[in-house]
C-alpha cells in the first residue's frame, strides 16, 4: 500500500545442499567450506535504502551462519513510497541468482495507492486483476527440476551454462495451465521471470491486449495491442476483454525465437503459454479502461547532461570456440575498482553497446534513493 511500509526480516531456510549445479568456479558468493546455500531478496524497482536492496553481496546462508561482504542487517524496509505499480521479488546471491531463481526464490509484488487507482474503473479485485508469473523449465521424468549440470566449457567452468532455455511454460506454478474466465474484462499484470527467455505474446482468436502499465508505472494512455515483447525480468500491465471473443477457449502463446532475437529473419515456432476457457454467457461488466491513465515521472533532459559515458559489453570466449567464458564492461569484471561516479544532482548520458549476439535487458540499481529506475533496453 502506498504510503504504508513493508517490514520484513528475511531469514533462510534453504537446504544444506543445492537442488541445482552450483559452479563454484564462478566470481560468486564464497561460503568456502561451510555448508548452506547463500541467498538474499532484491525487490526490483523498488525504490528504499542500500541496506534494504538486496545487494548481490548482501547474502547470507541458513541461521547466518556466513554472510556476504555487504550484509548489514536481515530486516528490510520497503517504504512503497513510490507511484503505484508492479514490482517482483527475487534471489540475488552472486553467482547463484541464476540457479536460485530457477529453483523457485522470487514473487510478485504490488505497490497499490487505491485513492489514484480506484476512480481509473479498471478491472478489480481478486478474480479479475491477477498476476500472471511466466517462466520456462526442464524437468525429469519424475517431475524434479532439470538443469543442464556441464558448463559449455567445462575446463573453465565445470557447470556454468550462460543461458537456460526450458522446453515447458509455466504460469503460476503449472505447466501450460487454464483459467476460467467470464465474459469481460480481466487486467492481467504478467511477469517474465525466466533466466533468459524472451516471450513474444499474442492471444489467439483475434483478441487484443490494452496495455495499462509497463514495469512499475501506469503508462499516460492505454496502448491497444496484438502482441508485445516481454524481456527476463519486464513486466507488462494489460487489460484483456474476453466479450467480444468468438471462441470459447483462447490461448495466450509466444513466439519469440531462444535466445532473443536469433539469427536475422529466423522464424521461431509459436508456443502455448497457457489457455482461457470463456464462460458462455455474456456478463455486466463495471470495469472500464479509460482515455488518460496517470501521469509518469518527468522525462530527463538529455541537453542537461554534463558527461556522456560509453559503456561496452563484451562476451569473451575461449580460443577457438564460440563458448563464452565471461562479459566484462569496458574490459572490466565486476570485481575490479569502481570506474564510473557520477555526481549526485547531475544528469549523464549513458550509451550502452552491445558487443554481444543477444539482447540485454538492463536496469539500473539505485543505492541512494534519491532516483527512480528505468528500465532501459539494449539492442545489439
Ligand atoms: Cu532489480
Redesign the pocket.
Known amino acids: 500500500m502506498k504510503g504504508v511500509p513493508t517490514r520484513v526480516t528475511w531469514t533462510n531456510h534453504l537446504p544444506p545442499h543445492h537442488i541445482l549445479p552450483w559452479d563454484r568456479s564462478l566470481a560468486a558468493a564464497r561460503v568456502g567450506n561451510a555448508a548452506g546455500i547463500p541467498t538474499v531478496a532484491?525487490?526490483?524497482?523498488?525504490v528504499q535504502q542500500s541496506t534494504s536492496d538486496g545487494h548481490s553481496m548482501a547474502w547470507f546462508t541458513s541461521g547466518f551462519a556466513t554472510t556476504g561482504p555487504h550484509f548489514s542487517s536481515p530486516a528490510y524496509e520497503y517504504p512503497n513510497q513510490q507511484l503505484p505499480g508492479n514490482l517482483w521479488y527475487?534471489d540475488?546471491a552472486m553467482g547463484l541468482t541464476r540457479v536460485n531463481i530457477l529453483a523457485g526464490l522470487l514473487g510478485a509484488y504490488r505497490v497499490a495507492d487505491p485513492a489514484a487507482e480506484a476512480p481509473l474503473g479498471l478491472p478489480s479485485g481478486a478474480e479479475f486483476d491477477r498476476n500472471l508469473v511466466l517462466f520456462d523449465r526442464d524437468f525429469r521424468s519424475d517431475g524434479a527440476l532439470f538443469m543442464n549440470a556441464t558448463g559449455n566449457n567445462p575446463d573453465v567452468h565445470p557447470q556454468w551454462q550462460p543461458e537456460y532455455f526450458g522446453t515447458a511454460v509455466i504460469a503460476n506454478g503449472k505447466a501450460w495451465p487454464f483459467l476460467r474466465v467470464r465474459r469481460r474484462r480481466y487486467r492481467f499484470r504478467i511477469l517474465n521471470a525466466s533466466n533468459a527467455r524472451f516471450f513474444r505474446l499474442s492471444l489467439s482468436g483475434g483478441l487484443r491486449f490494452v496495455h495499462v502499465g509497463s514495469d512499475s508505472v501506469y503508462l499516460a494512455r492505454p496502448v491497444p495491442t496484438e502482441g508485445f515483447l516481454l524481456a527476463p525480468?519486464e513486466i507488462a500491465d494489460v487489460v484483456v476483454d474476453f466479450a467480444g471473443s468468438k471462441h470459447d477457449a483462447v490461448t495466450l502463446r509466444s513466439d519469440a525465437p531462444a535466445p532473443y532475437p536469433g539469427d536475422p529473419g529466423e522464424k521461431a515456432d509459436t508456443v502455448a503459454v497457457m489457455k482461457f476457457v470463456v464462460g458462455s454467457k455474456l456478463e455486466h461488466d463495471p470495469s472500464t479502461v479509460p482515455a488518460t491513465l496517470m501521469p509518469r515521472y518527468p522525462k530527463p533532459d538529455t541537453r542537461e547532461a554534463v558527461v556522456t559515458r560509453h559503456i561496452a559489453m563484451y562476451e569473451y570466449t575461449k580460443n577457438g570456440t564460440d563458448e563464452p567464458t565471461h562479459l566484462y564492461l569496458n574490459g572490466a569484471a565486476y570485481t575490479d575498482p569502481v570506474t564510473e561516479t557520477p555526481r549526485e544532482g547531475t544528469s549523464e548520458l549513458w550509451e550502452v553497446i552491445n558487443l554481444t549476439d543477444d539482447n540485454h535487458p538492463l536496469?539500473i540499481?539505485d543505492h541512494e534513493d534519491n532516483e527512480m529506475?528505468r528500465p532501459m533496453k539494449i539492442v545489439r
Open positions: 532484491h525487490l526490483h524497482g523498488g527475487h540475488h525480468s536496469h540499481l529506475m
